[in-house]
């Protein structure tokens, strides 16, 4: 028979997961980067997930896989064994496009090689892992794991879908933000060398190319970039003047 679940119990559950859904969201309001999300959602993933007591987020990188972040000691080394041997949960949900699911790792598992060594070196016993699509491109995963064998079940699935859903939108949102201040960055560093390009020819009545070729070669001479060469010329410039 079902267990029911009391309706104080359930509603302190759905209070928790909205709160923890608000902090990860003020994390992007707040124009934090790719080092602050991540671990926000390895963190938050005890919170809202059934079952689940540890968390990592692992990151295709060209052809190797990265743990960009995790909950604890415990998630880092259940992603080290899926790297050495090269099967898992993490590494069958980036490359599908299911979640990857393994409630009991000690009786039945599709990764027999990671599971012998995660049941001899951790506490874990389930784990369940989730792509991440960003942008159109699957980038990597969401893994979860328990403690408890069987504590892993489809309403784990259904959280851990919903989470994987939300770090998706909040990594692209981040993304989105880190392209527009890089943008902003080139946008004011091309204002500088303008500025300091109309100094050199207005100081020296010399023509726009060879302003330009003044700064490029002081720039390599200096080991400097050329947008620094060019903010020093503008700073001076107004020392003079003031």
């Known amino acids: 028979m079902r267990e029911t679940v009391p309706e104080t119990t359930r509603s302190q559950a759905v209070g928790r997961s909205a709160a923890t859904f608000a902090t990860l969201a003020d994390l992007l309001y707040t124009g934090q980067d790719f080092g602050h999300v991540h671990q926000a959602i390895c963190d938050a993933a005890p919170l809202l997930v059934e079952g689940c007591d540890h968390a990592s987020l692992m990151l295709r990188e060209g052809s190797r896989y990265v743990t960009a972040a995790a909950s604890d000691d415990v998630a880092f080394r259940v992603d080290e064994f899926e790297r050495s041997e090269n099967e898992g949960p993490c590494v069958d949900a980036i490359v599908s496009d299911t979640p990857q699911f393994e409630t009991d790792l000690a009786t039945t598992s599709q990764w027999p090689r990671l599971s012998a060594r995660v049941l001899a070196h951790t506490p874990v016993r389930g784990a369940a892992g989730f792509r991440l ?7 990597g995963a969401l893994n979860l794991f328990s403690d408890t064998a069987g504590a892993l079940n489809t309403t784990s699935v259904d959280q851990g879908i919903m989470l994987a859903s939300f770090a998706a939108v909040a990594l692209a949102a981040v993304h989105e933000h880190a392209e527009a201040e890089t943008l902003r960055a ?25 302003a330009m070729e003044i700064l490029r070669t002081t720039s390599q001479d200096m080991n400097l970039k050329l947008a620094t060469v060019a903010q020093e010329i503008v700073t001076h410039h107004h020392r003079k003047v003031t």
């Open 186 to 210: 080139g946008l004011a560093s091309n204002r500088e060398i303008g500025k300091a390009v109309g100094l050199l020819m207005a100081f020296h009545n010399i023509p726009e190319t060879q």
């Open 133 to 139: 699509v960003i942008l159109g491109r699957k980038v």
